[in-house]
RNA sequence: GUCCCCGUAGUUCAACGGAUAGAACGGAGGUUUCCUAAACCUUAGAUGUGGGUUCGAUUCCCGCCGGGGACACCA
């Protein structure tokens, strides 16, 4: 239809041209012109059978790598220092994971990188507040919570104002002791990410922060003026945009009118390095929208710098609580994520036990559930949608969630753990008869087709979909078709089916980042 | 005021411009001497509104209504 359209054809005479031109005999039976112009093609069962043995076969489970890799840098979670990580963090870190998985598994050349918030205005407030009311005890025990009580306790008392501008002016100037504070700040803070990202199963290639880029600011604003990029206007160093009708009145501010440094002169000298020095092409940007006219002015600032590469600004909504405002607890603060993720595997803990107590490695089970279930509530829908956040929905264990697709992976691995060893199906030709088997089968070969559709428009949750129409086939499937007690062909390509099953989910779940467990 | 995003069953979400708008939860009904019933099967129920483009619009364009967000010296 889409050539009809083109030649100002009619759907239906066009799609009868092609057909007249077609020889797909070997393939399937007689196609049928229906509706509009739709073709239909009846796939013929041996076709399938030999289409099935290959693609079983294939350790790249039919997904063709991308024709034109690319250097990709993803940029996503980045954190604040000396702040907790809270559930506002939870979707890009998850997200920006996925996209670098699926990117990598296409074949593109992939560095992930935390650009962690750990320079500002707000350490003069929190060596302050080390120097003259720290709690050492405290500190010891989980120094993170100490530091958000001391930024607090400064940043209420405006008699402190002065006292933590003067640290920050030392700490600016390099003076040591207060380097050694903030020194001390970003390894807590690590420590406290690093087990947070543990729990979640994500890593990165770099932790490349604010502050790495100090040095370049001055050299980069100093260049930018004289290229004539950027000038001077009210006092300040902007960049302009009288050729973009939407960035016309919105310019980019590079240094204050006292000399200071912003968020978007960081993000720029950011950028240079990336393209320049981590010699990348496209760089990827996992933010929340309300940065979107942000990103707009530093994309078009680097473009006005001549950086050959792309830049996209990959934004996603917001988390919500049940009552529809931004998810906050009860006292109005941000959410922990620890404490989620902790509370996510303690109920994934329990309903395991409860319903398998016999189970080895529970606390590995209930992680893999726990983490899958939060991971897979994400992924599962379009990352513009503000979504509520709800234990019962991700948790229930029902419908489309993460434990529903891993059951299917459960069922597959108990299948192969009652065959015994010498009784393997062997070689041989496959035999397709039952309705559900076509089904799976038809499902299967999709897998290589919705990968790549993912970057499309950086959607996982078409790998969810997908997913979840998998497991439902494959669930039709082991209803309906006895595997063990089959016999012959029909055995053998039962065993086939679940075991190309298992490793499309298995990889398929592993791009969203979600493990599987042996049992469940 | 300008710009951006979102409006789909009771609820939470899907649908490169394609066929009868898919699921899930919740509702109603059914399935287990059988490989994990965390499952399967059946069933009722929806595109905010007005135009336009098109053979065809949830999708693209314009207006309106409703919700959220961003808009020079914070990050």
Not at 308 to 325: Q, T
């Amino acid at each position: 239809m889409l050539l009809a359209k083109s030649r100002r054809e009619n759907p239906r005479q066009a799609a009868a041209g092609i057909l007249a031109r077609l020889d797909v005999a070997d393939i399937c039976e007689p196609p049928e012109i229906a509706g509009a112009g739709f073709i239909n093609f009846r796939l013929r069962p041996d076709f399938l059978a030999r289409q099935f043995a290959e693609t079983a076969g294939d350790p790249r489970l039919g997904v063709p790598l991308a024709a034109r890799p690319r250097r990709i840098l993803v940029d996503f979670s980045s954190p604040n220092i000396a702040k907790p990580m809270h559930v506002g963090h939870i979707r890009g870190t998850i997200l920006g994971d996925a996209l670098a998985r699926v990117a990598r598994f296409l074949g593109h050349d992939v560095v992930t990188d935390n650009h962690v918030g750990d320079w500002g205005t707000q350490f003069g407030k929190i060596i302050c507040g080390l120097k003259h009311f720290r709690d050492d005890a405290a500190l010891a025990a989980d120094p993170v919570p100490e530091l958000v009580r001391l930024y607090r306790k400064v940043d209420g008392d405006e008699t402190l104002l002065q006292a933590s501008r003067d640290e920050l002016v030392k700490l600016q100037g390099g003076d040591p002791e207060n380097r050694e504070w903030w020194n001390r700040c970003v390894e807590w803070s690590r420590h406290a990410f690093e087990e947070i990202y543990a729990l979640l199963g994500v890593s990165f290639d770099r932790w490349l922060g604010e502050s790495f880029y100090n040095d370049a600011l001055r050299p980069l604003v100093d260049r930018l003026l004289r290229s004539g990029v950027a000038e001077i206007s009210e006092g300040a160093a902007c960049i302009f945009f009288p050729d973009d009708p939407a960035l016309r009145e919105a310019p980019c501010l590079i240094r204050k009118s006292d000399g200071g440094y912003l968020y978007a002169t960081t993000d720029l000298a950011t950028i240079e390095y990336r393209v320049r020095e981590l010699n990348r092409d496209l760089l990827w940007y996992v933010v929340g929208a309300p940065q979107q006219l942000h990103f707009k002015q530093i994309f078009a600032a680097a473009a006005k710098m001549g950086l050959p590469a792309a830049a996209i600004h990959i934004p996603f909504g917001s988390i919500l609580g049940e009552n529809r405002k931004l998810m906050k607890t009860r006292s109005g603060e941000n959410v922990p994520l620890r404490d989620l993720l902790m509370e996510g595997i303690d109920r994934a803990r329990r309903i395991v036990e409860e319903k398998n107590p016999d189970l080895p490695e529970r606390e590995e089970i209930a992680r893999a559930i726990g983490i899958g279930a939060i991971k897979y509530a994400e992924l599962s829908q379009y990352r513009m949608t503000d979504y509520i956040f709800s234990w019962d929905k991700m948790l229930s264990f029902q419908g489309n969630t993460a434990p529903y697709l891993q059951n299917a992976y459960v069922r597959i691995r108990s299948i192969f753990r009652k065959l015994e060893a010498g009784a393997q199906a062997g070689a041989g030709e496959f035999a397709f008869a039952e309705p559900a088997e076509f089904a799976l089968a038809k499902k299967l070969f999709q897998f290589g087709e919705t990968v790549p559709q993912i970057l499309n428009d950086f959607r996982p949750n078409i790998l969810a979909n997908y997913l979840y129409e998998l497991a439902n086939a494959f669930h039709a499937f082991y209803e309906a078709c006895p595997v063990l007690k089959s016999e012959g062909a029909i055995r053998r390509t039962r065993l086939a089916l679940c075991d190309a099953t298992a490793r499309v989910l298995e990889k398929g779940l592993g791009l969203l980042g979600i493990e599987v467990p042996a049992r469940m």
